[in-house]
């Protein structure tokens, strides 16, 4: 069995298109933000990304290399030989497997290896690489399916596309998604989602190897069970995962969050232990501000998830450092002006006068925080000066605080005192 | 005796033989289908990943669509006596060529209509655009590793074109051609690239052999100078 | 001594497509040695292999493969580790080479792990194959195709080798070397279906005649020569008495 499993791997077709699988799983790995180095449960599904992507051509070569039977006009001779069908289709379904997870292996090795020295305790989180082990085998079972299924040469083509356009399409469900797009620390897979998955991706393995193709001969016939069976199996673990519930659910916080033993104190999920020092001098940027004594500086900034916003700042994390600035920004103008401090304005215009007001505040808080303007590749938000902005950053502190203080004035003016 | 007719209207017309060994009706059928998904899914649109600060872009599903009709076509030109083709004479290129230039009119025709039913007319130009680019580079597929394969180049393309080519703002980067809206630069270099597809698609190895023997012709001789 | 033990052996065997009957009450014992199967095309005689080699349960009576009873499906898979087969149509993976596509049909008859590889060697030795081992089966001439074709046939020393008209495009002295391989094959039941007489005069022991799916003759050789009449067509005596035992049918 091993040297059959051996050979099919020496001669898959798939051997070629295995550069062309590291590359795009490598590509994707260090081509996008690479904000999950040294975050483990990020780098896990920084590592597992790729692998939907990779569905496309995976499956197509799958359903390439399944037909090769049908292509040598080989049926009839493949049937009359003694080693169950299931069998020879298992062994050269577990060769297509492989080449399929190891570009996955290879982006969680790299993943690992880049993360090891900033990451700090764990490791990479089992459940994306098994979520991603769980496409490459559902992928590779489907195109070997559809290989066996039919000898049309447009298989590869259609199975392919089908996959993908798929694994994009569910992708924004909750409860049948089959991928994700990042791994917060706040979100966890769900136990049940995971292996509702893995049982989907196991029947359809079945149904991959137990199709019998038709043939004339019934000494070894039990089409029905090799048909029927799988199907319904199939069909059984498709309510298994619709049923199983979100393929993430919110993960409880840690008794002791990791926090920064300054003032503002900085806390965070342990997994994103890298970004401590650099959150810290962020919060030390924005108690800089207290000097104005225009604003009220919270005790403590706390990431997403380790509390509600009622009960203090929250700052995401996930999204990049800019943003986390950009949270901590916004908690001080909250903390200062939330709530009852500010009326709500009575006219449309006075609305207007106020939001420009509070966005430039904000805007000139977060580049302070920062420690510079917003980086290029965030864009959004509300419209506000930016050339402006950077003059007032030039500015020496007492300046920028008048500037400051009469953003607040307009503000107030354009409500209460209206 | 008469000269058997290549274009379709006789019993013993070349095209029809060709027609039936390259089962052109799973090419239709394809076809059918992919407008079916044009005329109701044509202005979906999908998360797909991508190199973005979000980490992922809204694609609509009708960007996929002409790689998927591309290709089919692409893939018809592979038959069950492929061997005998390769030893055919001159005419066969031109019904080739012919299938080829029906296939995309007629592809075109169908998704133009699928697409203005769905509710995504706007984006027709840029649909004909890429099935142009599609079958080109598809045909190029198919003349280097096989008919049969012309899916690969196009399937192995398209998600890297879709991860990397759009920018932090998430506009399509220049290279992008497929995700750019249509103008002239991208609509001349999608005839181009079909050009060049159905260039190495007429070329054989004659003409490999022909440029031999003329390079042999031309060089410097070096004996008994 | 050859031809005492019956290897193959069926009783009452009726074979058909559709609704169209091949054969049917053929009754066949076979032993050691080999058999030539000579026939017009259409006798029967591929319908005949392809049932011998289970690839198509009979529509009525028995078969015994050495020994052995077929009727269920645990019996047909004991039954085809011990029949090797090479079909008139032979399919192959073009990227294996010849050693892995061997091996890899040895895999699939079940010879033993153990002894697989060695069994493996001798089948490609016996095929003279051995310096083409490491190649690829697409840059092999038709020749060596054919012989591939046969070392999978006998990989693992099958006790039934059935042989679809193997010497097809093969050049004189290939089947020269076709013929040295058949009669290297001591201890199996060799079934070789063919259109040449000559091939089957050089190596077979028994011959059997189809003809509209009967067995027409069952003898050796010699005696298919000695039906020969006066004036039958054919260059040789062979050829005679096989022309002079069809055209008995005919005439019948």
């Given at each position: 069995?091993?040297?059959?499993?051996?050979?099919?791997?020496?001669?898959?077709?798939?051997?070629?298109?295995?550069?062309?699988?590291?590359?795009?799983?490598?590509?994707?790995?260090?081509?996008?933000?690479?904000?999950?180095?040294?975050?483990?449960?990020?780098?896990?599904?920084?590592?597992?990304?790729?692998?939907?992507?990779?569905?496309?051509?995976?499956?197509?070569?799958?359903?390439?290399?399944?037909?090769?039977?049908?292509?040598?006009?080989?049926?009839?001779?493949?049937?009359?030989?003694?080693?169950?069908?299931?069998?020879?289709?298992?062994?050269?379904?577990?060769?297509?497997?492989?080449?399929?997870?190891?570009?996955?292996?290879?982006?969680?090795?790299?993943?690992?290896?880049?993360?090891?020295?900033?990451?700090?305790?764990?490791?990479?989180?089992?459940?994306?690489?098994?979520?991603?082990?769980?496409?490459?085998?559902?992928?590779?079972?489907?195109?070997?399916?559809?290989?066996?299924?039919?000898?049309?040469?447009?298989?590869?083509?259609?199975?392919?596309?089908?996959?993908?356009?798929?694994?994009?399409?569910?992708?924004?469900?909750?409860?049948?998604?089959?991928?994700?797009?990042?791994?917060?620390?706040?979100?966890?897979?769900?136990?049940?989602?995971?292996?509702?998955?893995?049982?989907?991706?196991?029947?359809l393995v079945v149904a991959a190897v137990g199709f019998q193709p038709p043939s004339r001969s019934s000494w070894t016939e039990h089409r029905y069970r090799a048909t029927v069976l799988p199907s319904l199996l199939v069909l059984l673990t498709i309510v298994g995962v619709m049923t199983a519930g979100p393929l993430r659910q919110g993960r409880e916080p840690p008794d002791e969050p990791l926090c920064s033993d300054r003032v503002p104190q900085v806390c965070i999920?342990?997994?994103?232990?890298?970004?401590?020092?650099?959150?810290?001098?962020?919060?030390?940027?924005?108690?800089?501000?207290?000097?104005?004594?225009?604003?009220?500086?919270?005790?403590?900034?706390?990431?997403?998830?380790?509390?509600?916003?009622?009960?203090?700042?929250?700052?995401?994390?996930?999204?990049?450092?800019?943003?986390?600035?950009?949270?901590?920004?916004?908690?001080?103008?909250?903390?200062?002006?939330g709530d009852e401090s500010l009326c709500a304005p009575a006219t449309a215009a006075g609305e207007e006068q106020q939001q420009e007001a509070l966005t430039e505040m904000l805007e000139w808080l977060v580049a302070r925080a920062w420690g510079g303007m917003r980086p290029a590749d965030y864009h959004g938000g509300f419209d506000y000066d930016e050339e402006e902005l950077r003059r007032v950053l030039r500015l020496p502190d007492d300046e920028q605080f008048e500037?400051?203080?009469?953003?607040?004035?307009?503000?107030?003016?354009?409500?209460?005192?209206? | 005796?008469?000269?058997?007719?290549?274009?379709?209207?006789?019993?013993?017309?070349?095209?029809?033989?060709?027609?039936?060994?390259?089962?052109?009706?799973?090419?239709?059928?394809?076809?059918?289908?992919?407008?079916?998904?044009?005329?109701?899914?044509?202005?979906?649109?999908?998360?797909?990943?991508?190199?973005?600060?979000?980490?992922?872009?809204?694609?609509?599903?009708?960007?996929?669509?002409?790689?998927?009709?591309?290709?089919?076509?692409?893939?018809?030109?592979?038959?069950?006596?492929?061997?005998?083709?390769?030893?055919?004479?001159?005419?066969?290129?031109?019904?080739?060529?012919?299938?080829?230039?029906?296939?995309?009119?007629?592809?075109?025709?169908?998704?133009?209509?699928?697409?203005?039913?769905?509710?995504?007319?706007?984006?027709?130009?840029?649909?004909?655009?890429?099935?142009?680019?599609?079958?080109?580079?598809?045909?190029?597929?198919?003349?280097?590793?096989?008919?049969?394969?012309?899916?690969?180049?196009?399937?192995?393309?398209?998600?890297?074109?879709?991860?990397?080519?759009?920018?932090?703002?998430?506009?399509?980067?220049?290279?992008?051609?497929?995700?750019?809206?249509?103008?002239?630069?991208?609509?001349?270099?999608?005839?181009?690239?079909?050009?060049?597809?159905?260039?190495?698609?007429?070329?054989?190895?004659?003409?490999?052999?022909?440029?031999?023997?003329?390079?042999?012709?031309?060089?410097?001789?070096?004996?008994?100078? | 001594?050859?031809?005492?033990?019956?290897?193959?052996?069926?009783?009452?065997?009726?074979?058909?497509?559709?609704?169209?009957?091949?054969?049917?009450?053929?009754?066949?014992?076979?032993?050691?040695?080999?058999?030539?199967?000579?026939?017009?095309?259409?006798?029967?005689?591929?319908?005949?292999?392809?049932?011998?080699?289970?690839?198509?349960?009979?529509?009525?009576?028995?078969?015994?493969?050495?020994?052995?009873?077929?009727?269920?499906?645990?019996?047909?898979?004991?039954?085809?580790?011990?029949?090797?087969?090479?079909?008139?149509?032979?399919?192959?993976?073009?990227?294996?080479?010849?050693?892995?596509?061997?091996?890899?049909?040895?895999?699939?008859?079940?010879?033993?792990?153990?002894?697989?590889?060695?069994?493996?060697?001798?089948?490609?030795?016996?095929?003279?194959?051995?310096?083409?081992?490491?190649?690829?089966?697409?840059?092999?001439?038709?020749?060596?195709?054919?012989?591939?074709?046969?070392?999978?046939?006998?990989?693992?020393?099958?006790?039934?080798?059935?042989?679809?008209?193997?010497?097809?495009?093969?050049?004189?002295?290939?089947?020269?070397?076709?013929?040295?391989?058949?009669?290297?094959?001591?201890?199996?039941?060799?079934?070789?279906?063919?259109?040449?007489?000559?091939?089957?005069?050089?190596?077979?022991?028994?011959?059997?005649?189809?003809?509209?799916?009967?067995?027409?003759?069952?003898?050796?050789?010699?005696?298919?020569?000695?039906?020969?009449?006066?004036?039958?067509?054919?260059?040789?005596?062979?050829?005679?008495?096989?022309?002079?035992?069809?055209?008995?049918?005919?005439?019948?």
């Open positions: 069995m091993i040297r059959a499993f051996w050979i099919e791997l020496r001669r898959s077709p798939l051997r070629w298109a295995l550069p062309v699988l590291i590359a795009i799983e490598l590509g994707m790995l260090f081509g996008r933000n690479t904000d999950w180095i040294g975050v483990w449960p990020q780098a896990s599904a920084a590592a597992q990304v790729p692998v939907a992507e990779m569905a496309i051509l995976l499956s197509a070569a799958a359903a390439w290399s399944a037909a090769r039977v049908q292509r040598a006009d080989g049926i009839e001779q493949w049937s009359a030989v003694a080693r169950p069908l299931w069998q020879r289709e298992a062994v050269h379904l577990a060769a297509t497997v492989v080449y399929g997870l190891i570009p996955l292996l290879v982006g969680a090795i790299a993943a690992a290896v880049v993360s090891v020295g900033t990451a700090g305790p764990g490791f990479l989180w089992p459940s994306y690489l098994l979520l991603g082990a769980t496409v490459v085998i559902i992928a590779a079972a489907l195109g070997h399916l559809a290989g066996r299924l039919t000898q049309s040469w447009l298989v590869p083509l259609l199975i392919g596309a089908g996959v993908y356009l798929g694994l994009l399409w569910f992708a924004s469900s909750d409860t049948f998604s089959f991928s994700v797009l990042s791994g917060a620390p706040q979100v966890e897979i769900t136990t049940p989602a995971l292996l509702t998955r893995l049982a989907l991706a196991v029947a999920w342990p997994e994103h232990r890298r970004h401590l020092a650099e959150l810290t001098a962020i919060a030390e940027r924005l108690e800089a501000v207290a000097a104005s004594r225009l604003f009220v500086i919270p005790e403590s900034f706390h990431e997403e998830g380790l509390r509600t916003p009622e009960d203090g700042a929250t700052f995401p994390v996930t999204l990049g450092l800019w943003a986390a600035a950009r949270g901590m920004a916004y908690g001080v103008l909250n903390a200062s002006f500037w400051a203080r009469e953003r607040i004035t307009t503000a107030y003016e354009a409500t209460c005192g209206a | 005796m008469g000269r058997n007719r290549i274009w379709p209207g006789g019993r013993y017309s070349a095209v029809r033989w060709w027609l039936r060994t390259h089962r052109i009706w799973a090419v239709a059928v394809t076809q059918l289908g992919v407008a079916v998904v044009c005329a109701v899914w044509g202005g979906l649109e999908m998360s797909v990943p991508a190199d973005t600060p979000q980490g992922s872009v809204n694609v609509a599903l009708w960007v996929f669509l002409p790689v998927v009709a591309a290709i089919a076509i692409a893939i018809g030109m592979t038959g069950d006596m492929a061997s005998f083709e390769e030893r055919a004479a001159r005419c066969l290129l031109g019904v080739e060529f012919g299938y080829l230039g029906a296939g995309l009119a007629v592809t075109a025709l169908v998704l133009g209509v699928a697409a203005y039913l769905g509710g995504v007319g706007d984006v027709v130009p840029e649909l004909l655009r890429n099935l142009v680019l599609w079958l080109g580079l598809a045909l190029l597929s198919g003349r280097i590793l096989g008919r049969s394969l012309a899916w690969v180049a196009p399937l192995t393309v398209v998600v890297p074109l879709d991860y990397f080519g759009y920018d932090a703002r998430t506009q399509p980067h220049g290279w992008a051609i497929p995700l750019r809206e249509f103008d002239a630069v991208t609509a001349t270099v999608a005839v181009l690239v079909l050009g060049f597809g159905l260039g190495t698609t007429a070329l054989t190895r004659w003409h490999g052999y022909a440029v031999r023997r003329a390079a042999d012709r031309y060089a410097p001789r070096t004996r008994g100078d | 001594m050859r031809g005492v033990e019956v290897i193959i052996e069926a009783k009452g065997l009726a074979q058909g497509y559709g609704r169209k009957l091949v054969f049917s009450g053929l009754r066949l014992s076979l032993g050691v040695g080999t058999v030539g199967l000579l026939g017009p095309n259409g006798a029967g005689k591929t319908t005949l292999l392809r049932t011998l080699a289970t690839i198509i349960p009979p529509r009525q009576g028995t078969l015994r493969i050495d020994g052995r009873m077929i009727r269920r499906a645990a019996e047909v898979r004991e039954a085809r580790r011990r029949i090797g087969y090479l079909p008139q149509h032979f399919a192959y993976f073009p990227g294996f080479t010849v050693y892995e596509f061997v091996r890899y049909c040895a895999w699939l008859r079940e010879v033993p792990e153990a002894t697989a590889h060695e069994e493996t060697e001798r089948a490609i030795a016996a095929v003279n194959l051995t310096a083409q081992s490491g190649r690829k089966l697409r840059s092999l001439s038709g020749g060596m195709l054919r012989r591939c074709g046969i070392a999978q046939a006998i990989v693992g020393r099958p006790r039934v080798v059935l042989l679809d008209e193997p010497t097809v495009g093969l050049d004189p002295e290939q089947r020269l070397e076709f013929r040295e391989i058949v009669r290297s094959l001591t201890d199996a039941t060799v079934v070789l279906s063919t259109h040449l007489v000559e091939d089957v005069a050089a190596v077979c022991d028994r011959v059997l005649v189809m003809q509209g799916g009967e067995i027409r003759f069952d003898g050796t050789p010699d005696e298919l020569a000695g039906l020969a009449r006066p004036g039958a067509r054919g260059d040789s005596p062979l050829e005679r008495g096989y022309t002079t035992v069809l055209s008995n049918r005919v005439a019948a």
